[in-house]
């Protein structure tokens, strides 16, 4: 079964810097993805961003990117140039890989933005 | 083009009163699922739908039924319920292969007295 830890309950940013949010995992596949979903007060569940473990190259999308270290299990979201509407909560998700195609949750980093 | 819709966005009920989540998609995706998020919990997967014509149980199906009505439509039942199905449920779909992106609707709050 596939784990996801998020170990930062909670983090903070002063606008127009930068962030990053801590993911590890665990799976016994050698070919999963990876997301990133953002919550914010709406509780609409926003795709982020997403990584194909087979691929090295770190995935990114405009001010968002991840460093994506497959060996240690690392998922880690980078927010640059932060602005108040990334404030939100912040999901880290498995897929296992090979024929499950359910995604495994993290618990969730909690993100405010500074003025 | 709605995506995935959820009716109703708030309920409240009393113990042992039954209700039904309706979960719909437009996307003509195959999958389909049902979460509970609670505070410092994450998500976590209630049942699921691969396919129309079949559901499995997820993480904590305990408590809750199932119907896939048919490809559009994945509703979740609470036959008695209890305090502690008090949470916000996600209904979410998806095309079964990769990369498995899960498209959420905007939840339901339900509070159980």
């Known amino acids: 079964a596939q784990t996801v830890t998020q170990s930062q309950p909670e983090m903070s940013v002063q606008e127009a810097e930068t962030v990053t949010l801590s993911c590890t995992y665990d799976t016994s596949e050698s070919d999963y993805y990876l997301f990133w979903y953002k919550q914010p007060p709406s509780r609409q569940m926003i795709l982020v961003i997403r990584?194909?473990?087979?691929?090295?190259q770190n995935a990114t999308e405009n001010r968002f990117s991840v460093n994506f270290q497959k060996a240690a299990k690392s998922f880690s979201l980078k927010i640059s140039d932060s602005q108040l509407g990334d404030a939100a909560m912040y999901f880290c998700?498995?897929?296992?890989?090979?024929?499950?195609?359910?995604?495994?949750f993290g618990k969730g980093t909690l993100l405010t933005v500074n003025p | 083009n709605a995506g995935v819709t959820q009716t109703p966005k708030f309920q409240v009920l009393k113990t042992g009163q039954s209700m039904t989540l309706q979960c719909a998609q437009d996307?003509?995706?195959?999958?389909m699922y049902w979460y509970r998020q609670d505070p410092g919990m994450g998500l976590r997967l209630i049942y699921y739908?691969?396919?129309?014509?079949?559901?499995d149980k997820g993480e904590v199906p305990n408590g809750y039924n199932v119907s896939r009505l048919n490809k559009r439509e994945f509703s979740l039942r609470l036959e008695s319920a209890a305090p502690s199905q008090t949470s916000v449920y996600f209904c979410?779909?998806?095309?079964?292969?990769?990369?498995?992106?899960?498209?959420f609707g905007p939840g339901t709050r339900l509070t159980v007295t």
């Open positions: 979410a779909s998806s095309e079964p292969v990769m990369p498995y992106e899960q498209y």
């Open positions: 990584q194909e473990a087979y691929k090295q």
């Open positions: 998700a498995t897929e296992g890989g090979g024929s499950n195609y359910k995604l495994t």
């Open positions: 996307m003509n995706h195959n999958s």
């Open positions: 739908s691969a396919s129309e014509g079949t559901t």
